[in-house]
């Protein structure tokens, strides 16, 4: 069992699939009990898993982002449940799934570091209209009325 972001999970073997999954514990509605054992395979990490399994969750965006700068720093600032990063020669790349790209375009907006859209296309005028709502706040008065 492994509790993140507010919710316990069960990791295990799925006997009716044959492969391993992930259950949202407050939605399992009944359990059978079986005779069946299953042995974790050496080094299984449950949280690790889990995390992986829900950063490739059914989301309708998939993005993919080069982030130039140095993978330990970076994994820290992004949430592990949420992407999934691999090491490049001088870069990270970031993979993951968003349902809103706006989100998106906050979260990379949020970095320090240079960063290159791969995919998708429409992650680049998300980016752009969250930095015109940006230059827009830059430039509004203190006491300025907004519509």
């Known amino acids: 069992?492994?509790?993140h972001t507010g919710r316990?999970?069960?990791v295990g073997h799925d006997h009716l699939r044959d492969s391993l999954r992930t259950f949202r514990i407050d939605r399992i509605t009944s359990v059978t009990s079986r005779a069946d054992n299953f042995t974790a395979p050496d080094g299984f990490d449950p949280v690790a898993h889990l995390t992986s399994t829900l950063a490739q969750g059914p989301y309708r965006w998939q993005v993919?982002?080069?982030?130039?700068?140095p993978l330990d720093e970076i994994a820290r600032r992004l949430p592990r449940s949420a992407v999934t990063l691999t090491a490049q020669p001088a870069s990270?790349?970031?993979q993951a799934r968003a349902e809103r790209l706006d989100g998106m375009a906050h979260l990379l907006a949020s970095l320090e570091w240079p960063f290159t859209?791969?995919?998708?296309?429409?992650?680049?005028q998300a980016l752009k209209n969250l930095a015109d709502q940006l230059a827009q706040a830059a430039e509004r008065a203190p006491g300025a009325i907004l519509q």
């Open 8 to 10: 316990w999970y069960v």
């Open 117 to 124: 859209i791969h995919q998708p296309d429409e992650l680049r």
């Open 64 to 69: 993919e982002v080069t982030i130039h700068g």
């Open 92 to 94: 990270v790349l970031m």
């Open 1 to 3: 069992m492994v509790f």
